[in-house]
DNA sequence: CCCAAATACATGTACATACATGTATTTAAA
DNA sequence: TTTAAATACATGTATGTACATGTATTTGGG
């Protein structure tokens, strides 16, 4: 559906001004569809992100201020994600031993399972729903790269 | 900033993943950098949309329903928006007449004012961070809107 | 005409963001 | 060495999303 149609209007500005409002819009119906997704594994968004992340570390810990690095929105309160992962049993949380200020977080084995699950279902979502070939994929990550150049 | 810096990970699956990361980002990148332009004003993001979609038909009212239509964010919370906004004075809430099930909503002098102060700094924002011109634009756009064929 | 279904909106809850502030620990300058 | 600044994290508040449910009004089949 044309980003004119989904929020009924065609008054852009510009072709810029449209391509801003068309990257929110796209990147909602793509959060909404991962949502959906995570929904049967009880998980949100931001709660799976934390997952990959410490994934991507194990079997090493990880402290919260790098989770928070690897986080695409950046605001992110990190630690509050931390505390529904917790309650679930899918990570754990320890004193930093180097550094006492520090919180290291380790993904449990019932965190790396339901890990594994989702990501199939996440992994499958993303090639189905997304239907761009890779060198369209190409063009569309040179250009959000290019339109962020002024790092606001 | 390439989107492997900002998450800190080149481990896609391939460039559509890296492709929805991006999308993501770069929406929360620009809504980030509208808040702040918004702070000024004491709005947030969402209520400047709402604003926004009411001057489209001003000085005609609207109902809840035909706003949440034109939102971006589908699941807004429209009600809830508009709360805020009467607490400011910025629109009107009224019972329907022909559908006394309807609550209409009309913009306030406050409300136009606000919004067109707020609209020239947004307006100057998008001009001064969207580093692409209208033909890279386009070519986004029709991207976008390709990505997103398969309606989830 | 009557009443069940549909519609429009409000409201409640869990979780998240945006941001300010508090607390404990470490670092570094005097 | 002592202590002020910086750092890492936790926590509090206002606002928003995602979704379920409640309430009032309208619609439509019998």
């Known amino acids: 559906m044309k980003i004119e149609q989904v929020i009924q209007t065609n008054k852009f500005r ?18 909404t569809a991962t949502y959906k997704e995570l929904k049967d594994f009880g998980l949100t968004h931001e709660q799976y992100n934390v997952l990959r992340i410490l994934k991507g570390k194990y079997p090493q810990e990880m402290c919260v201020k790098d989770i928070g690095y690897r986080m695409i929105e950046k605001n992110s309160n990190v630690p509050r994600i931390i505390d529904r992962l917790v309650d679930k049993k899918l990570v754990k949380r320890n004193q930093g031993e180097q550094d006492g200020r520090q919180t290291v977080i380790q993904l449990t084995q019932a965190g790396l399972k339901i890990l ?31 339109i962020r150049e002024t790092e606001a």
């Open 14 to 31: 510009n072709e810029v001004h449209k391509a801003g409002l068309n990257i929110l819009y796209t990147a909602w119906w793509l959060k």
């Open 116 to 146: 594994a699950s989702s990501t199939i279902k996440i992994n499958e979502l993303y090639d189905n729903i997304l239907s761009l070939n890779n060198k369209e994929a190409e063009t569309l990550n040179n250009l959000l790269e290019k």
